[in-house]
């Protein structure tokens, strides 16, 4: 079995992972925590590299746990809901766990929302977490 956790290091995302964690544990599953940034320009090095840091921490947890897992920074120039599905899909993924935060109908409109491109369109169970 392989679980997928798309991590972008917010409250939500912290508990998507624990969760994840916790099954990966109890049904001996590979785990893949995934943080997706749509660009990695130059002027974002400091991102990447504060982003880099935490997956690194997170690899040592699940080591720590024991848990058969990889930590893994996607830059391919797409949004990171149309990423994470791609990834899912390229890695036979069994289930996604996502993390959620309430907005509104204007910011969904404007600023697009990860969490529901993942549940519209990937072809496995998502489990979101708030």
Excluded: W
């Excluded at 544990?25 to 995934?34: E, P, Q, T």
């Amino acid at each position: 079995m392989k679980l997928l956790v798309g991590y972008d290091g917010s409250t939500t995302a912290e508990k998507a992972l624990e969760i994840a964690m916790e099954k990966a544990k109890s049904k001996n599953a590979r785990l893949y925590v995934v943080t997706s940034m749509s660009k990695g320009t130059e002027s974002q090095l400091h991102d990447i590299q504060e982003k880099e840091k935490k997956l690194d921490d997170i690899k040592a947890r699940l080591q720590a746990q024991h848990i058969d897992g990889d930590t893994i920074l996607l830059i391919r120039g797409v949004d990171p809901g149309k990423d994470l599905v791609e990834f899912a899909n390229e890695n036979n993924v069994d289930e996604i766990f996502v993390g959620v935060k309430k907005r509104s109908r204007v910011e969904k409109m404007i600023l697009g929302s990860t969490a529901q491109h993942v549940i519209l369109n990937a072809s496995c169970p998502v489990t979101t977490v708030k």
